[in-house]
């Protein structure tokens, strides 16, 4: 408990001993304590808010049969109101106990049981750990029906905890601990020996500084007295589930719960692992999907997982990194020719919903088939049955043999939600660290914001704008800061952030899209009136912008893309004027029906990521303009018909680009042939 509790309880002390009524105090406020320690129905009424302190006094007059003296009554709620936490009334009558028991030499501590021990057996047990530590105890019983039976006993920093809960769960770990492809008949052995040598008088001691009591628990959060050395983040074990320290106060901490909460109440137990919440990482995760805690979700057994890697790291240094000049290859024609992403950049899809956000990243995903590049997709928020599709689709495609998918759905816990992103990027440095390549997904940090939006109001953390929590921005730059790429003492590793983020009606100006807008290296925005005209990616290459830039381009892709945005602008800009103007000179005809074409080959259907060399040919024959002179109607047509001539019957040359990742003169002038060579056909054809 914290000095404050015992500085209002001394305070109590003060106040009954003015009053010459000590010794009749503590006779009535024991009396009180050992009627709250079995009556769930009194400790709940008295430490809720719904009820004034005169309706308090009433209930436990009436529980007691009146035998409270009114006066220490009217000073214990005297004290109580001038504390400014509320629901500590139990915690106040304890402590002003402890301290009485202090005053004369007396140590009181808890006997904990499944039900109420007979006096004989509790002076029993006081004897005897009298006799143990030397010192007069007194104990006090509390029932925690979760003990199943047995007793556990707390005394100052020390527990001995000989319940059957305790020595179920040693037999537990016991033949957990045994190897899983153990023969049938061996193991039947082994829980025969486990069972021959279970002692029932067996007794663990642990460290009360690591083990502690839930004091409220309401919407996913604890909050937790009695354990005094947690420390942020810490994976604490509440029965069955597990929680994580999220604040840490003077006189208790506050934990979220990463499971079910429905078997937790108001003294259950908490006990610290000493260790931060961990997830298990390396190659077994491929192919797998699974929870925020790595837990497998998909049906194929037990991951066989040898190393753990915390969730919370921090990012690597200035001087681990190196820069960024490897291209990442999405194929998809715009980004890789007009806003290139490098192996180790954070580059932020950003639009309304339905507009293809998703799409871009999976095709991403896809298009990592066979390039050595490891993939994570962390779904945050979502429904389960688009998450569903999602694998299916990655899977007829044979990309999940490369991929992990995390996954923290919609009617996830927030608290999961939370972490989610975290576990997937640490998933994701293990790898970087063994010097591959990775890319990782977030979808979308918009929900995952409000996710940890929902848990800070819970934790009573003040809120800002828009309701979030000051250091909402940290919540997503700790994040994001984790790719990069490593410097080449450390492996040159990398890891590629594709983080998701919905706008509503077009607006980057909010809060959490201008947030991460100022921590990634660039931004795909995805426009809703272009999605709609079916201009699908319906990317605004005005507003879309990669400041690693052609830094990650092979050469080959930025002689020939180098005149498109450029090309595409002032179609933009001429397309404007034009609707004011019906008679055009040839030359803003020109330009017009230039800029249509290449709006026209940029277009990509999902799912068909192309290959770098093919997007080289399109890129070359729209910069030579031999576009201009198809149909638009015949685009589709054309492109596929030229990609297939190009590859089967000059494959050697494709080979050769593909190779050097570059076009020297002649190279790039037998291209060039080719493509007006059959370009000229075409037109014939047609």
């Known amino acids: 408990m914290s000095l404050s509790i015992r500085s209002y309880a001394q305070n109590l002390m003060e106040l009954y001993n003015q009053e010459n009524m000590v010794e009749i105090a503590f006779e009535d406020l024991k009396m009180i304590n050992d009627e709250l320690n079995v009556n769930e129905e009194l400790f709940r009424y008295i430490n809720s808010t719904d009820y004034s302190n005169a309706q308090k006094i009433v209930r436990i007059q009436e529980a007691l049969n009146n035998e409270v ?5 009217n000073g214990l709620f005297l004290v109580l109101d001038s504390i400014p936490r509320k629901h500590l009334e139990d915690d106040l009558i304890h402590e002003f106990l402890v301290y009485y028991y202090q005053t004369r030499g007396i140590i009181l501590g808890c006997a904990y049981s499944a039900k109420k021990l007979e006096e004989s057996d509790l002076r029993t047990l006081e004897i005897a750990f009298t006799q143990k530590l030397g010192k007069r105890i007194k104990l006090e019983n509390k029932i925690d029906k979760s003990l199943l039976g047995g007793v556990k006993v707390i005394i100052n920093d020390e527990v001995w905890d000989g319940s059957y809960r305790s020595r179920m769960n040693g037999l537990k770990e016991s033949l957990l601990k045994k190897e899983m492809d153990t023969e049938a008949s061996d193991l039947g052995l082994d829980l025969k020996g486990e069972i021959d040598s279970f002692d029932l008088h067996n007794v663990r001691t642990d460290s009360n500084m690591t083990t502690g009591y839930v004091t409220s628990v309401a919407d996913g ?56 919440v961990e997830i298990p990482v390396g190659d077994e995760l491929l192919g797998r999907v699974v929870d925020a805690l790595g837990r497998p979700i998909d049906g194929k057994g037990t991951i066989r997982y040898t190393e753990t890697r915390q969730i919370e790291v921090a990012a690597p240094g200035v001087i681990d990194r190196s820069p960024i000049n490897e291209p990442l290859q ?23 919903r339905q507009t293809g956000k998703t799409a871009l990243a999976i095709d991403t995903i896809i298009n990592q088939r ?3 590049v490891k993939c994570i997709y962390v779904a945050i928020g979502q429904k389960n049955s688009t998450v569903a599709q999602i694998i299916e689709k990655l899977n007829s495609f044979g990309s999940m043999s490369y ?67 000051g250091d909402v921005f940290y919540l997503h730059s700790r994040l994001l800061e984790r790719s990069g790429k490593l410097s ?4 040159q590793g990398s890891l590629t952030a594709l983080p998701i983020i919905e706008t509503q009606a077009g607006d980057i100006s909010a809060y959490i899209p201008t947030n991460v807008i100022s921590i990634t290296d660039g931004q795909i925005f995805l426009q809703t009136e272009m999605f709609n005209s079916g201009i699908r990616p319906a990317i605004d290459y005005g507003l879309s912008v990669s400041r690693v830039g052609s830094a990650a381009q092979i050469k080959a892709m930025k002689k020939v893309s180098s005149s498109l945005k450029l090309d595409l602008s002032q179609y933009q800009e001429v397309l404007d004027f034009a609707q004011f103007g019906s008679d055009l000179d040839p030359s803003t005809r020109a330009r017009i029906n230039h800029g249509s074409h290449l709006v026209e080959m940029l277009k990509q259907p999902q799912y068909q990521p192309m290959q770098t060399t093919d997007q080289i040919v399109l890129l070359l024959a729209a910069k030579l303009g031999l576009l201009d002179e198809i149909p638009l109607s015949d685009m589709k047509e054309y492109e596929k018909e030229l990609l297939e001539e190009v590859n089967s019957v000059h494959g050697d040359l494709i080979r050769q680009i593909a190779e050097k990742k570059d076009l020297d003169e002649e190279t790039l002038e037998k291209l060039s042939s080719i493509i007006t060579i059959y370009t000229t056909q075409f037109r014939l054809m047609d």
């Open 69 to 73: 003296y009114q006066s220490v009554l």
């Open 221 to 276: 959060v604890a909050n937790i007295s009695g354990i005094y050395s947690a420390m942020a983040g810490e994976l604490l074990t509440i029965g069955e589930t597990k929680a994580m320290v999220m604040d840490l106060e003077e006189d208790n901490i506050a934990a979220v719960l990463l499971g079910n909460d429905k078997d937790i109440v108001k003294g259950t137990q908490v006990s610290a692992t000493g260790k931060v």
């Open 330 to 352: 999405t194929g998809i024609k715009i980004i890789d020719s007009m806003i290139p992403i490098g192996k180790g950049q954070r580059e932020l899809i950003i639009g309304d």
């Open 370 to 372: 066979g390039r050595n």
């Open 403 to 469: 991929t992990t998918v995390v996954v923290a759905g919609a009617s996830e816990l927030a608290s999961l939600q939370y972490i989610a992103p975290y576990a997937g990027c640490s998933i994701g440095e293990y790898w970087m660290n063994k010097g591959e390549d990775v890319l990782i997904v977030y979808d979308d940090l918009s929900k995952h914001a409000v996710a940890y939006r929902t848990l800070s109001l819970l934790l009573r953390r003040p809120p800002g704008r828009e309701a979030f929590p």
């Open 488 to 491: 080449e003492r450390l492996g």
